[in-house]
């Protein structure tokens, strides 16, 4: 069951509502990525752990929406859709494209609301000053190809026609995102940085995730599952029995 209550449920999915709950875990999708990709999370974390994921616009319930294609615009609104849920500890995880959204948007929450997350979370995604300078501008046929480079599981979707046409916009409009996103300063958070990287991944290697160690002021922590770009899909419940115990620590 999925309940949208206040102003934040137009960005915010709720899969298994908890009614009091001791943290939330709110997560941010990859690059054309969905709020359902962490549909079954909910499922495996403790009754006291409420488990959120993040509605980008233009897909799923918000299809007819607009992208937003830029991070700072991006990143504002999602600070201010969360503005309700800081009355609970709250962490953040994000998986590649959606491991550079969290972090702007934990700097936004500590700048203008003086909130520190419980833990920043971040997963297949260079730390900010690695982040290489990219210049591609793909067609169809090449932005396919490059999403099955780092995703195998994408095959079905790919493979029809019909889906591709519904799904390519919005890796399109995360594509110019990335490429686009230099920040003009690594800014550091309060918040303790726990980094998650694939021992296969194609894309980024365990030294560029690793360099997220830079950006706490409260202490980092690394954790290589095997796996390429996508190791959250096979290694799902390794990896969330793992933010679990994040969860659970001071």
């Known amino acids: 069951m999925i ?12 899969h298994l509502p908890v009614g009091d709950p001791r943290i ?23 009754s006291d752990v409420e488990v959120l994921s993040l ?15 830029t991070m700072e615009p991006l990143a504002d609104a999602i600070a201010e859709a969360v503005t309700p849920l800081l009355d609970r500890p709250l962490a953040f995880f994000g998986h590649s494209m959606g491991a550079s959204i969290a972090h702007e948007t934990a700097v ?15 997963s297949a995604r260079p730390a900010p000053q690695l982040l290489p300078a990219y210049h591609f501008d793909l067609d ?7 999403v099955r480079r780092l995703d195998s599981n994408s095959g079905a979707a790919l493979d029809d026609l019909a889906l591709r046409e519904l799904v390519l916009p919005a890796i399109r409009a ?7 996103y230099q920040p003009r300063e690594v800014r550091t958070v309060k918040s303790p940085i726990t980094a998650y990287s694939g021992d296969a991944d194609p894309e980024v290697s365990t030294a560029d995730v690793e360099g997220w160690s830079a950006v706490s002021a ?4 690394l954790r290589v599952f095997e796996g390429d770009h996508f190791y959250v899909v096979p290694r799902e419940k390794a990896l969330v029995a793992d933010i679990t115990e994040q969860l659970r620590q001071d």
Not at 108 to 122: D, S
Request: net charge positive; glycine share 8%; with cysteine.
């Open 218 to 221: 409260a202490g980092f922590r």
């Open 55 to 69: 509605r980008y616009p233009g897909r799923e319930d918000r299809l007819a929406e607009p992208f937003i294609k």
């Open 140 to 146: 169809d046929e090449a932005l396919v190809a490059d």
């Open 24 to 46: 939330r875990l709110l997560c941010f999708p990859h690059a054309g990525g969905t709020a359902s990709f962490f549909r079954n999370w909910p499922k495996q974390v403790p």
């Open 3 to 14: 309940v949208s209550t206040g102003p934040a449920s137009r960005w915010i999915r709720r």
């Open 174 to 180: 995360d594509y110019g995102l990335v490429r686009d």
């Open 108 to 122: 936004r929450l500590e700048a203008r609301r003086g909130f520190t997350l419980h833990r920043l979370m971040v």
